[in-house]
């Protein structure tokens, strides 16, 4: 029945290029609210045992004569990444619920992306897979150029490159990886054994051709610009579910198929992982721009997937996973704020400008999301931030020790960039000359357009910080179905 | 053999034949009606529909007959060979001379996009002997015939593009094709008459087992480096590719669309034939680590050279008809890794991605004329807000764009996979992996173009918001309607491309 999730998702897309515009958001928000629903109740429904493996759900032949299958499968870690997305779609629609340019094309762009992400975390065949990882990309090319802000045709044909250019590497590596072994099936190619000579130059072309869309550092540059140029729909599906389709490529298929391949370059991949945090850390302490904070913000994140995912040890891979969600949730989160919440009523993004306005008087609930998020962000105890990255660390110790004490230190700078635009954009001193009541600021006395947070903004809202809250206050919900599965994968040392 | 049966059996290139002389005839007797009607110039306006109406008729029976023919093919029997190879039926010939005429189907009805040709009676019979010459190239395997096939399809290809009488462009496009065609036809016809003083034959099996008891020799090497030269003009490969920007802009649209779809795809089926049935001994290896003398290295180089020249000279232009054409140069490249890979596999993989190619480039193309009668340009700038004046066709134009990138869910993505793996399994240790990886970088490139191109379409705001949509896109409603199939058909190739791979692995033998 997950696969549902495509279907209704696709078919949504659809129905929105013929629908009236009025229908448009409505139909978007029931689209991506019966995802989500479809995944929770897979959750719920699933038993545990099940999960422990890639199970197949819909098995069919597509192209016979090439060994195609329309195959998808469902394990404890597509269970996981399935809801993130569930979640980001949702509460993504209703932060955009205002769009009045092109609405029904917006949607549409936007449900392809939801739908191509729901299709690469449930396909069990290579060429299934990779055919919905690369329908991924053009829809963001839209989204950002044609409702982006700031400089967003560059932007937009950065982001669009950087990932196409990922998609050569992968594009290669799923060649070999098919020529070689004679079949497309994930579960048949993760049993058979390519030759060690093959294994050591196959992975790190196919893994870095994920990882760039993961924000590997030195890769990362698009992941900044792109997000600040996007809409914050766009911002928050990109640093919500976009990156982790990197992240979990890497694992689900580079590191399953090519293990020992793996091995001999896991110690690179963590040297880059831990650069990543400490850099993009540093970066976003000297950011003007609250995206861009948020912007480096998602890379340093990402880097504790992508060192998770190098330790591979259970633990770790597992944290990793958490982490994916965890972040997901709290980017989506912090975009919102910095991008639904707060440009709109101020018209600026700049950290100096904001901190004259105090905003947390003019919009408490702003404030108090904003809070939330970035507590979650910074790893404090009870949200999922802490429950991953503390499952990271303590996996990464047994094989990475010395990356440990260095990612600790990154995580001081996290929380001090974190707390400076906390501080900033909220917790300002008034200045003079900035108009302030309950649900409105401006600069400019006669500005109209100002409106207290919307209700569709506040449940948005509240569905992140209760998904963060959750698995922060109870991770075994998740790691229980994503624990037994990752001990199945074959790389693990 | 009977002359009645040779006559049954060349029933289809038979009724378009007859076609085109009714259609030449029509044309004759309204367009006698016509000039009477230009000397009145009092009444410029009647003489514009009446035009039109010729066109319209002339169209209809044209699209008939190329319909009637499809019927015959699929009456006729599977597989039968007259004259030692001159003509044959089997498989694979009846279902490239279904798409041949399917793609001549698909320009005849994009002819309304123009504004009126002035013999619209002649220009239709030139496309339907066009098509024969399609067909005969495709349902040969002998060398001889193969060469008049070409021979009537060129010609009548340089006409088609000079055919527009008031454009300087379309008079410089149609000689330069003119010249570089019939310069290719001399190469191609030297190398023919080299190997058939090598093989003491024409026909391709016949030539097979010849040379597979023959070494390389010099003279051999000249024959098909002369053979592999003129096909090269045909498809347009680099550094042989020079008349293509300049015949895809100049030309009327359809004569354009035309000589990118049904023409190449005829001349890689053909290809194919002479240098995998032909010259099959003569394989040679293009593996990196291990080249081999031979016509496989050859082709990639072809391939090699295609793939870099046409994606960077694409990044640099600013028509979108010439972007097309640089592109084409690009795709054609491609197409010949499925060749230098060789057998069956890769045979059908480049009949695939050549077919795809057709269908998608006869909708851009459509969609460029139609973006042309609005807007009396094909500059990328012409095409700046489409989608807010139809977004139906805007919609169809980023199908088109993004299949010709590789982007799935489309027949271009597919095409690209399918290519690109047979090249990888030809030969043990991945030797066509440089060729593989060149490809992929070029359609990295290209992907760049394609989107400045959608940029265009979607992003930007034509400047004068005073076009009138009613007027302009209302009237073509035939052409809507076809472009919208093609793009139809385009998604659905890439959605099941077993519908198509599937025939085609089929008819491969």
């Known amino acids: 029945m997950i696969a549902w999730t495509i279907y209704i998702t696709f078919g949504g897309a659809v129905l929105l290029l013929l629908l009236p515009r009025t229908f448009a958001r409505w139909s978007a928000l029931l689209t991506t609210i019966a995802g989500l629903v479809l995944g929770l109740i897979a959750l719920v429904r699933t038993p545990i045992a099940d999960l422990a493996h890639f199970t197949t759900i819909v098995r069919a032949p597509w192209v016979p004569e090439l060994g195609m299958n329309y195959h998808l499968a ?30 029904n094309e917006f949607f549409f762009w936007l449900l392809l992306v939801v739908a191509g992400c729901y299709g690469v975390f449930l396909s069990a065949d290579l060429f299934l897979f990779f055919a919905f990882y690369e329908l991924v990309i053009v829809p963001k090319y839209f989204l950002i150029a044609v409702f982006g802000s700031t400089n967003k045709e560059y932007g937009a044909m950065k982001l669009t490159l950087y990932s196409f250019f990922g998609g050569i590497f992968v594009f290669i590596g799923v060649l070999i990886a098919y020529v070689t072994a004679g079949s497309l099936d994930l579960n048949q190619l993760s049993q058979f054994q390519f030759s060690p000579q093959l294994q050591s130059w196959a992975f790190p072309v196919l893994f870095l051709g994920f990882a760039v869309l993961a924000g590997i550092w030195p890769l990362h540059t698009w992941a900044p610009t792109g997000h600040v140029a996007a809409p914050t729909a766009g911002s928050m599906l990109l640093a919500g579910i976009v990156m982790k389709l990197g992240s979990y490529a890497g694992l689900r298929v580079a590191m399953n198929l090519f293990p020992q391949g793996f091995q001999m370059w896991s110690k690179w991949i963590a040297f880059l992982a831990v650069v990543g945090i400490v850099y993009a850390a540093a970066v976003a302490l000297r950011q003007r721009d609250l995206k861009f904070v948020i912007g480096y913000s998602s890379v340093s994140h990402m880097g504790f ?25 709290i980017a989506a989160l912090l975009f919102a704020v910095a991008g639904r919440m707060i440009y709109p009523r101020t018209h600026t993004r700049e950290l100096d400008a904001l901190a004259g306005m105090n905003l947390s008087r003019a919009l408490p609930f702003a404030a108090f999301t904003f809070v939330i998020a970035a507590a979650a962000s910074m790893g404090i105890p009870g949200f999922s931030g802490f429950a991953a990255e503390i499952t990271i660390l303590i996996g990464v110790w047994k094989t990475y020790p010395l990356a440990v004490w260095i990612t600790g230190a990154g995580m001081v700078l996290v929380a001090a960039f974190t707390l400076r635009a906390l501080k900033q954009s909220f917790f300002g001193e008034a200045e003079a000359g900035v108009h302030l009541q309950e649900g409105r600021v401006a600069l400019d006395p006669d500005w109209i357009e100002q409106q207290s947070i919307t209700a569709a903004e506040k449940c948005g809202a509240c569905l992140l910080m209760f998904a963060t809250l959750a698995v922060g206050l109870y991770p075994k919900l998740l790691l229980d179905r994503i624990m037994p599965a990752v001990e199945a994968m074959r790389f693990l040392k | 053999m009977s002359y009645l049966e040779l006559l049954k059996l060349a029933s289809p290139e038979i009724v378009i034949v007859i076609t085109a002389l009714v259609v030449l005839a029509i044309g004759l007797v309204t367009g006698h009606a016509k000039s009477s009607a230009t000397i009145s110039t009092a009444k410029p306006a009647h003489t514009v529909s009446h035009t039109s109406t010729t066109t ?9 007959g190329l319909a009637i023919a499809i019927g015959a093919i699929l009456v006729l029997p599977q597989s039968t060979t007259l004259f030692g190879g001159m003509l044959v039926i089997t498989p694979l010939t009846r279902l490239f001379k279904i798409i041949c005429i399917a793609l001549a189907f698909f320009t005849v009805l994009l002819i309304t996009l123009q504004k009126p040709p002035r013999h619209p009676g002649e220009y239709l019979a030139l496309i339907l002997f066009a098509t024969v010459g399609l067909m005969l190239l495709v349902g040969s395997e002998e060398l001889l015939m193969i060469f008049i096939g070409l021979e009537l399809l060129g010609l009548s290809l340089y006409v088609m593009t000079a055919f527009d009488k008031t454009d300087v462009r379309s008079a410089e496009a149609g000689l330069k094709y003119l010249l570089f065609g019939s310069t290719s036809s001399a190469f191609t016809l030297f190398g023919i008459s080299l190997i058939y003083g090598m093989s003491g034959t024409t026909g391709l099996a016949a030539i097979s087992e010849k040379l597979a008891t023959a070494s390389v020799q010099p003279l051999l090497a000249v024959g098909i480096v002369m053979t592999l030269t003129g096909f090269a003009f045909k498809i347009a490969a680099a ?8 015949a895809y802009q100049g030309a009327p649209v359809p004569s354009a669309a035309f000589i990118a779809s049904g023409s190449k795809v005829a001349s890689f089926v053909v290809l194919g034939k002479i240098v995998l049935v032909g010259f099959a001994p003569m394989h040679g290896s293009a593996d990196w680590h291990a080249m081999t003398a031979g016509w496989s290295p050859v082709l990639a ?9 046409g994606n960077m000279v694409a990044l640099a232009q600013s028509n979108v008809r010439r972007l097309l054409a640089y592109s ?11 060749l230098v890979a060789g057998g069956r596999d890769g045979f059908s993989a480049a009949l695939f991605y050549t077919t795809t190619y057709a269908i998608t480039l006869v909708g851009a193309f459509g969609v460029v004329g139609l973006v042309r009668r609005e807007t009396d340009g094909d500059d990328l700038s012409n095409f700046s807000g489409l989608w807010s004046r139809s977004p139906l066709m805007a919609g169809c134009m980023a199908i088109f764009m993004l299949s010709l990138a590789g982007i799935p869910p489309l027949a271009g993505f597919f095409g690209k996979f399918y290519l690109f793996s047979v090249a990888l399994r030809a030969s ?4 066509l992996l440089w060729l593989v990886a060149l490809a992929l970088l070029g359609s990295f490139i290209s992907l760049y173009y394609y989107l400045m191109v959608l940029k265009f379409v979607f992003v930007d705001k034509r400047a004068e918001a005073s076009v009138d949509r009613s007027s302009l896109f209302s009237h073509h409603g035939l052409a809507k309607v076809t472009i919208s199939l ?7 190739l890439g959605v099941m491309p077993d519908i198509l791979a599937g025939q085609i692995l089929a008819a491969v033998p």
């Open chain 1, 74 to 103: 469902i394990d404890g870690v597509s269970l996981t990444m399935v809801l993130v997305t569930g979640i980001s779609a949702v509460s993504t629609v209703l932060f955009s619920w205002d769009v009045e340019d092109r609405q």
């Open chain 1, 305 to 329: 997937v992508l060192l998770g995912l190098a330790a591979s040890t259970a633990l770790s891979v597992s944290g990793a996973i958490l982490q994916m969600f965890s972040h997901g949730v």
């Open chain 2, 56 to 64: 319209g008729i002339c169209s209809v029976v044209a699209a008939l």
């Open chain 2, 239 to 246: 550094p042989f590719h020079l008349w293509a920007p300049d």
């Open chain 2, 301 to 309: 180089a072809l391939a090699a050279l295609s793939i870099l020249i």
């Open chain 2, 328 to 338: 084409a140069v690009a795709h054609g490249g491609y197409t010949l890794i499925g």
């Open chain 2, 428 to 431: 043990p240790n991945h030797g």
């Open chain 2, 486 to 492: 093609l793009a139809a058909a385009v998604l659905l």
